[in-house]
């Protein structure tokens, strides 16, 4: 399938290890926050979300971390599968009713 | 099944030539959204519409035309004025009924300039 991304951060990991992916925003007024999986060829989908009101939100595996103080956003993936190899996307509200998204991490997962 | 369709996946376009791309959404979402991405560049927003009948220009307009007559449609022109209009392009939709919720994703249309 096509590349979504040529020259993204990677981040390598074992099957089984945990991932951290993280993710600088630049909008300190932002509501909400967002992560996104893009596999090859395909659109983004929807993992998980936090409100500027949290500062940690757990899943099925993931985790998203919010610190407003230093605009930044983590995304902690508890062992991590081969199927989670794909490219991620942190994205904040603009302010103006869109989305920005960051430049993304590429996450390979070796067996 | 409810969800958003981008038609076609693949679309060729001559130089100078005008090319649309479709997108339909059966979520009954008020927000539609049109991104373009390109490698190492993550998702620029090219336009936004969030009612029938009303769209925003986004970061990255410029070359581009869109309509919302429907609000289940909201089609992308990609005009001769676009000078690097190669890109794989990506269409959204949320609900955005006055709280944040997330955008929901096609699987995308792959244009290339030959």
């Known amino acids: 399938g096509e590349s979504v991304g040529l020259h993204l951060p990677t981040l390598s990991v074992q099957e089984g290890d945990n991932s951290i992916i993280n993710c600088a925003y630049s909008n300190s007024a932002s509501d909400y926050f967002i992560w996104y999986k893009q596999e090859s060829g395909k659109g983004p989908q929807f993992i998980i979300d936090?409100?500027?009101?949290?500062d940690k939100r757990q899943g099925q595996r993931v985790t998203v971390l919010l610190n407003k103080t230093v605009k930044h956003l983590s995304l902690q993936i508890a062992a991590t599968q081969p199927g989670d190899s794909a490219v991620y996307f942190c994205?904040?509200?603009?302010?103006?009713?869109?989305?920005?998204f960051g430049k993304g991490t590429m996450l390979l997962v070796s067996p | 099944d409810g969800g958003i369709t981008q038609s076609p996946k693949y679309l060729f376009r001559k130089e100078g030539q005008n090319v649309t791309l479709s997108c339909e959404q059966n979520?009954?979402?008020?927000?539609m959204y049109w991104y373009r991405q390109d490698p190492g560049q993550g998702l620029r927003l090219i336009y936004y519409?969030?009612?029938?009948?009303?769209?925003q220009k986004g970061d990255i307009a410029e070359g581009y035309s869109v309509s919302r007559e429907k609000k289940e449609s909201f089609p992308l022109t990609v005009t001769s004025a676009q000078k690097n209009p190669t890109a794989f392009y990506l269409c959204?939709?949320?609900?955005?009924?006055?709280?944040?919720?997330?955008?929901?994703f096609g699987q995308g249309t792959r244009l290339t300039v030959v």
């Open positions: 936090i409100r500027s009101n949290m």
């Open positions: 979520l009954n979402h008020d927000a």
């Open positions: 959204a939709s949320s609900s955005n009924q006055g709280v944040w919720t997330e955008a929901f």
């Open positions: 519409s969030q009612i029938v009948n009303d769209f």
């Open positions: 994205a904040w509200d603009s302010g103006y009713s869109t989305l920005t």
